[in-house]
């Protein structure tokens, strides 16, 4: 039986500055999931646009979530 894990999503987008040129920036999501395919077909559904690169998926190591 898997165990599911918290999962930090590492996600690099490029888009357009005022000038012209392109730019990068990098943004990290905390994804509930089995696996690392998981947290990509997760994220998958969850962000609206096509042009965008996984580059790290790491496991965390979580205690408590406080809202």
Same mark, same amino acid.
């Given at each position: 039986?898997?165990?599911? #894990?918290?999962?930090?999503? !590492?996600?690099?987008?490029?888009?357009? *500055?005022? +000038?012209?040129?392109?730019?990068?920036?990098?943004? #990290?999501? $905390?994804?509930?999931?089995?696996?690392? !395919?998981?947290?990509?077909?997760?994220?998958?559904?969850? $962000?609206?646009? !096509? *042009?965008? *690169?996984?580059?790290?998926?790491?496991?965390?190591? $979580?205690? *408590? $979530?406080? +809202?």
């Amino acid at each position: 039986m898997e165990e599911n #894990n918290y999962y930090r999503c !590492t996600i690099k987008t490029s888009f357009e *500055d005022r +000038k012209g040129r392109i730019k990068y920036k990098k943004e #990290n999501y $905390i994804v509930f999931a089995v696996s690392p !395919t998981d947290v990509e077909v997760k994220m998958r559904k969850h $962000i609206e646009m !096509t *042009d965008y *690169d996984v580059v790290g998926i790491n496991v965390m190591s $979580i205690v *408590d $979530i406080i +809202k």
